[in-house]
């Protein structure tokens, strides 16, 4: 399941950030969720995390973190979110939640689960205990059934950016914990460090 040995996965800053987000609008034009010159809101609020591949470092993949009050995050923005659910986010600090999002990568590369191991443990390391994300209902229910991702559905479901989605939120605590009992190879592959985390955390 590793990838790291064809690709590297890392957060994004500089130039390889400027590299992210030019993807991401690639991407996103291409798929017709953006126009063309189109302005990103949340890109000045966004942490982005990245893949490269191995031999020629070219960017092949994007995530990111977008960290804003809970009522400017696009998901809270743009579908209705129930009362309860609302009410439960809004009892966290700012600090403990960021919305996931721009979620996007080339043909061909599988770094997916690269990208979301990346973003996770930026999260944990951080202190973010929750992500709000928006997902199609494809998407959704593919994860739910391959990956056992508990997903916790917080508002109405509508068309968002082209497609059917579903507003979610995902306790990262209680994500590992159903992963360590469902899926322990997965859970395993999301919790080890990187070789070259590793090193980090022996120069500390």
């Not at 064809?6 to 400027?18: D, I, N, P």
């Not at 995050?73 to 600090?93: G, M, S, V, W």
Request: proline residues 3%; glycine residues 4%.
């Amino acid at each position: 399941m590793s990838q790291e040995n064809v690709y590297h996965f890392s957060l994004a800053t500089g130039r390889l950030k400027e590299q992210a987000i030019q993807l991401h609008h690639e991407r996103y034009v291409e798929v017709g969720f953006f126009e063309k010159n189109e302005t990103d809101p949340y890109q000045n609020f966004s942490t982005y995390f990245t893949s490269q591949t191995g031999d020629d470092s070219k960017v092949v993949g994007v995530i990111r973190l977008i960290s804003k009050k809970l009522d400017e995050l696009p998901t809270i923005q743009n579908f209705t979110i129930y009362d309860i659910e609302k009410a439960r986010l809004h009892q966290l600090d700012k600090t403990r939640y960021a919305e996931i999002s721009a979620f996007t990568k080339m043909p061909q590369h599988d770094v997916g689960l690269g990208l979301i191991k990346t973003a996770l443990q930026y999260s944990l390391d951080c202190g973010i205990s929750h992500w709000i994300c928006c997902i199609d209902e494809r998407a959704y229910n593919y994860m739910h059934r391959m990956f056992k991702f508990p997903f916790k559905t917080v508002g109405v479901t509508q068309v968002y950016l082209g497609s059917i989605s579903i507003p979610c939120t995902l306790n990262l605590k209680e994500c590992l914990d159903t992963l360590q009992e469902t899926r322990p190879q997965l859970y395993d592959y999301l919790t080890t460090l990187s070789e070259e985390k590793k090193q980090l955390e022996v120069v500390r």
